[in-house]
Structures are given as structure tokens and as C-alpha cells.
């Protein structure tokens, strides 16, 4: 352990004493901080690294998971030469102000964009349907 971890961790000891001290007086932190010569923004800087610290000690085998991309069907993001319904025919489609729209099944979910969404907007809400 180097000395700047034993340094933080001294500190973190000596907060822990003061955000108890803090909270069993009953006072706001204002209040006590004011009684004790303390900025609050120190009080609540430390306060955080406190709460940093009991989340880094109590969860450290939690680890992201890769989402797995070899099971997920591809989808063509090529939008430009795609035509787009025109919803006043089908009954089911909501009609828009311009009266046309693209309607995209995915994971078990319906999307509906009118003509005027972006071939960049349709790819970003497709890939981010796609991993939820």
C-alpha cells in the first residue's frame, strides 16, 4: 500500500467519525460544520468518498457482461431507398400530420416514425432497441 493510499485511508477513518458525529447531533451540516470550523463542502466531499468507498469494498466482483451479438438477427439500417407506408390506408397505423409513416417490428416491440425522421435518428433507436 502505497503512502497516498495509507494518507486517504487515515482520512476516510477520521470522516467516518464525523459524518457519525454529524448525524447524531442532530444538527443540519450546515449547522455543525459552522460549530466545528468545517466547510460543508469538505463535509460532503468526504461524505462521498465515504459512500465511494463502502461501494467499492462491497461489491468488487461485479463486472459488466458483454451482450451477446452472434444470437441477434441482422437488421438492414439502409433506409434511403426503403418506401414508406402510407398509414391513412392501414387502420392499425397511427396517421400522422404528414399522413406517412415507417413502422419497424423488433424485439417483440412496434416503432413508428413519420417521413420526416432521419435515416440516423431510425439506425440509433434500432441499435439501441436491439440491446434492450
Known sequence: MSS????????LNDWISKVA??????LSVTEWCLQNNL??????YWKRQLKDELVTQALPDIVPLPLPTAQLPEINTTFATA????????????TFATGSCARIYINGMTI????????????????????A
Not at 4 to 11: D, Y
Not at 21 to 26: D, F
Open 83 to 94: 418506401p414508406i407506408p402510407d398509414c391513412t390506408t392501414r387502420a392499425s397505423c397511427t
Open 21 to 26: 458525529e454529524q448525524k447524531a447531533s442532530g
Open 39 to 44: 466547510s460543508k463542502y469538505k463535509f460532503f
Open 4 to 11: 497516498k493510499s495509507i494518507i486517504h485511508q487515515a482520512m
Open 112 to 131: 413508428e416514425f413519420d417521413a420526416s425522421a432521419s435515416a440516423n435518428i431510425i439506425s440509433n433507436v434500432i441499435k439501441a432497441v436491439r440491446h
